[in-house]
């Protein structure tokens, strides 16, 4: 389509409202690409790729205070203190001369902006505009280190995380749990202070029911309902340039598969004093707290607490994938036995041959492994230790299997076998399958947390390793 007929088409659709732009306020991996690709597929708004205009605002205010001869913030980068009226004109005379023929060409009505660390410039956004929208989005700070760690496998670089990485450089999950702490707490700090101009969208929530958090979303920005846009949002005509998730380019569906993810991380790699700040402003924004039980059993049901969980459309229901964010009660704590759990009904069906258990194969070389052990004089162990089996689906049911090393006997059971075991071993379904068929090191599978070790007594690297090497015999591992 040529420039005219773009033009044409935004005369037809109402005056372009260079005065109501729309920011996003977020940071990298918190699902902010596809919050664009909703916003710029309703028919009135235009949210381009990341194009840092609000930074680009903070850096001619600075050039524009300095020739007005106003004060300049005393470090570098940084918005000035006092922003003379005449700089705040230019600013405003800048960024409307951009985004007007942008809009134009676009055919649409007004400009949203999808900028990483927006959050730190929104005062001086709404001097620019005084009718400006934030659109506050958040994540749980688990999954976006675990976002953040999946697309930075050579080492943490891009996003905004260069400052945090390079303050420790040993540590990339606590080097994003501070990046996430305080992006949310300046994003959280605009909420507070503009609480008219501000909207809360939590990526759990838009998965879960896109059609109904879009329609809120439409209903506070003052836009038309647009009914069926969570379908329509991944249509080719979304721009390409420019930063971006670029996995979104092959998605054709929302779904929530990536919620809960972050139950991989190992949580201890966060000093108390930084997990307990994540924690603050985690409540606030109705996530589960991140504690010493984290990763070391069946994930949750659900990352939000269930105060507040909205009630999903049911309209929502058929559209939308069902995944981890939408089964059944939320789970207070990382260790609460939750109906989707394997409980000791299920359990004793499975041991008498009511139904194969579906971590069957994982179960039949405990036993054998056990057995061989027993012939050749038995364990050195006088304990018990519980193999966890997450299926691949998370919806489905985790299933437990405790071996008991004094009693020489492997069992089906439950999650509540956990708070007696002495030891726990918790692991996916590919990731058991693997280890077991030979194709994943048993070592490198617990280096990667794609198997977790969990021992509650803290007993030490010694018995740590007997323990593996044990449970590497059990499995008839040649080296591990």
């Known amino acids: 389509m040529t420039e005219l007929a773009h033009a044409s088409r935004a005369e037809a659709t109402g005056v372009v409202q260079v005065d109501r732009p729309v920011f996003v306020l977020c940071n990298g991996r918190s699902g902010s690409t596809l919050l664009r690709f909703l916003l710029d597929a309703h028919p009135e708004l235009a949210c381009p790729p990341e194009t840092n205009l609000p930074g680009l605002c903070v850096q001619l205010a600075t050039v524009w205070s300095l020739i007005e001869g106003a004060p300049l913030s005393a470090v570098r980068g940084d918005e000035p203190p006092e922003v003379p009226h005449a700089a705040i004109a230019g600013v405003r005379a800048t960024m409307d001369s951009m985004v007007g023929p942008y809009l134009a060409r676009r055919g649409k009505r007004r400009y949203c902006d999808k900028s990483l660390g927006t959050a730190r410039f929104a005062e001086l956004l709404t001097r620019v505009y005084p009718e400006a929208r934030f659109v506050c989005l958040y994540r749980h700070p688990m999954d976006v280190i675990a976002s953040g760690m999946e697309a930075c496998p050579w080492g943490l670089s891009g996003y905004g995380f260069d400052p945090y990485i390079a303050a420790t450089p040993g540590n990339a999950v606590l080097a994003l749990a501070r990046f996430w702490a305080e992006n949310a707490a300046e994003t959280l700090a605009a909420e507070d202070r503009f609480p008219g101009a501000c909207l809360r969208v939590r990526y759990e929530d838009l998965v879960a029911a896109p059609d109904q958090v879009a329609g809120e979303l439409f209903g506070f920005l003052g836009a038309a309902p647009a009914p069926g846009i969570s ?32 139950w991989s991380v190992p949580a201890g790699m966060i000093p108390p004093p930084v997990r307990e700040q994540v924690n603050q402003l985690a409540a606030r924004l109705g996530y589960l707290p991140v504690d010493g039980g984290w990763g070391t059993s ?30 059944g009660p939320a789970q207070v704590g990382p260790a609460q036995v939750g109906p989707a759990q394997v409980g000791p009904a299920q359990a004793s069906t499975a041991a008498a041959g009511g139904h194969r258990a579906a971590s069957q194969r994982l179960g039949d070389r405990l036993k054998a492994g ?38 020489h006997s492997v069992t089906l059971t439950g999650a509540e076998a956990q708070e007696n075991s002495d030891w726990d071993i918790v692991g996916s379904a590919q990731a058991w399958e693997q280890v077991t068929g030979g194709q994943l090191n048993l070592g490198a599978a617990l280096r990667s947390c794609r198997l977790r070790y969990c021992d509650g007594a803290e007993s030490g690297p010694v018995a740590s390793d007997a323990r593996i090497a044990m449970l590497a015999r059990l499995l008839d591992l040649a080296s591990w």
Not at 234 to 250: L, M, N, Q, V
């Open 298 to 327: 069946a994930p949750p049901a659900d990352l939000r607490t269930a105060q507040t969980r909205p009630q999903a459309d049911p309209a929502q229901a058929s559209s939308a994938q069902v995944g981890p964010a939408q089964v």
């Open 231 to 262: 379908a329509a949002c991944f249509s080719t005509e979304r721009e390409r340039f420019g930063p971006a998730d670029h996995k979104i380019w092959y998605t054709s569906k929302i779904s929530s598969d990536s919620v809960g993810r972050g």
């Open 370 to 407: 056990l057995a061989e052990l027993g012939a050749a004089g038995g364990p050195d162990r006088a304990e018990s230790f519980v193999a966890v089996w997450l299926p691949a689906d998370q919806t489905g049911r985790p299933e437990h299997w405790l071996v008991d090393l004094k009693n």
